[in-house]
């Protein structure tokens, strides 16, 4: 059993770091700021080919595994960039993980190149106002006439459609009440027509420069060779997606967590209170020292989450577990390096109120943590399904 990184691996690391240098803090502040998306960053990584890290060679990709894909994930956090930066790319390393595994060579060839090279951005289309993660309940509706749909609906909490030009779009081909088990819902990766489609950003707590928004869509028309698959079997297309989404979610929340705890550990050193640094003093050493153990604990289950879903074994309650243990530890170390800094933690020129900030969206997306829990009593320990 092996817990080093590999050489390769290392260099992944080494390269994202020299990539992220001239994105450091003071941009991201001003990212937070005045909510630009950031392009520049966006196309950075893509011109240096990064966008592609787990996406076929054949199609520009480096062909690697979600390992290598959430080294890079948590390597951009941690920089400082945190779920802003996190999140800019996000799409682009997971989202068309549909499309590699069931979507025809002609689709493959159409829309994974543009994504890859940075020339697109996408959106990824399936939570509802009314159903939130009860998603074989959506109502988005996609009807067909002939070569194409006619999609009428409504999205919510969907990230950068204020730069997207494609959506991965879930949609209700069968009415839910004619709909038999997973059945009914489709796929769909589309142009994002805006004479069709509405977007209203969400103003929120944190993260301002990756947008999240409301989606009304109105008459929109998709051509049948945009339909990823078979008519009415997206839902099972979309769960392909969900463990990879977990893991890589999971390793940026560690990225973050590490980020804050570097600084925290930083200004312990340098801040000095009654002729000595507080950060000897062991009210201030041992929440630190707790979350450096937290962060290193959630990252093995990350990595064992990783290596089971690159060698094709199970990985659902790993993958899960991650997320929630991520998600928790980073929370906590963004939470004690406010703390560490007293007063200043509240001021953003320290960046570390922006992490908490940034803190709560492993949390809360794309999944609970009650849901979580929920998963690993009912599928891993054997208790009655609880909702």
């Known amino acids: 059993m092996d817990f080093m990184l590999s050489e390769e691996q290392e260099q992944i690391r080494s390269a994202i770091e020299k990539l992220c240098i001239p994105f450091n803090d003071e941009y991201w502040a001003a990212r937070d700021r005045d909510g630009t998306f950031p392009d520049d960053f966006h196309r950075t990584l893509g011109e240096a080919g990064w966008l592609g890290i787990a996406m076929p060679e054949a199609y520009g990709g480096a062909g690697l595994g979600i390992t290598e894909a959430a080294l890079m994930m948590q390597t951009i956090a941690g920089t400082g960039a945190g779920l802003?930066?996190?999140?800019?790319?996000?799409?682009?390393?997971?989202?068309?993980?549909?499309?590699?595994?069931?979507?025809?060579?002609?689709?493959?060839?159409?829309?994974?190149?543009?994504?890859?090279?940075?020339?697109?951005?996408?959106?990824?289309?399936?939570?509802?106002?009314?159903?939130?993660?009860?998603?074989?309940?959506?109502?988005?509706?996609?009807?067909?006439?002939?070569?194409?749909?006619?999609?009428?609906?409504?999205?919510?909490?969907?990230?950068?459609?204020?730069?997207?030009?494609?959506?991965?779009?879930l949609a209700r081909t069968t009415p839910v009440e004619e709909a038999k088990g997973t059945d009914g819902l489709s796929l769909f990766y589309t142009d994002l027509d805006r004479n069709h489609v509405e977007v209203r950003e969400i103003e929120k707590m944190g993260r301002k420069a990756v947008d999240s928004n409301q989606v009304f869509i109105d008459g929109l028309r998709i051509p049948v060779e945009d339909r990823i698959g078979e008519e009415g079997k997206g839902f099972s297309y979309i769960l392909h997606g969900l463990n990879p989404e977990r893991i890589l979610i999971a390793a940026e929340a560690i990225g973050l967590g590490k980020a804050a705890l570097r600084r925290a550990a930083q200004y312990a050193k340098e801040r000095i209170v009654f002729d000595r640094p507080i950060g000897r003093n062991q009210g201030i050493q041992h929440p630190l020292a707790k979350s450096w153990m937290e962060l290193e604990a959630a990252n093995l289950m990350v990595l064992k989450a990783a290596f089971l879903y690159d060698t094709d074994r199970p990985c659902a309650a790993e993958a899960n577990s991650a997320k929630y243990l991520a998600a928790e530890a980073c929370f906590h170390a963004c939470e004690n390096a406010i703390f560490t800094h007293g007063g200043m933690g509240y001021a953003k020129e320290y960046h570390v109120e922006r992490y908490l900030r940034e803190s709560w969206i492993p949390r809360l997306a794309p999944v609970s943590p009650q849901l979580i829990l929920c998963f690993i009593a009912e599928k891993v320990l054997g208790l009655d399904k609880s909702y």
């Open 84 to 169: 802003s930066g996190a999140s800019a790319v996000h799409m682009n390393i997971f989202g068309l993980h549909p499309v590699v595994v069931f979507g025809s060579d002609e689709q493959k060839q159409r829309w994974l190149p543009p994504l890859i090279q940075g020339h697109h951005k996408a959106c990824f289309a399936v939570t509802e106002p009314n159903t939130g993660l009860n998603t074989l309940k959506l109502k988005t509706r996609a009807v067909r006439h002939g070569d194409h749909y006619v999609v009428t609906g409504q999205k919510v909490w969907i990230s950068t459609a204020q730069v997207a030009n494609k959506m991965l779009l």
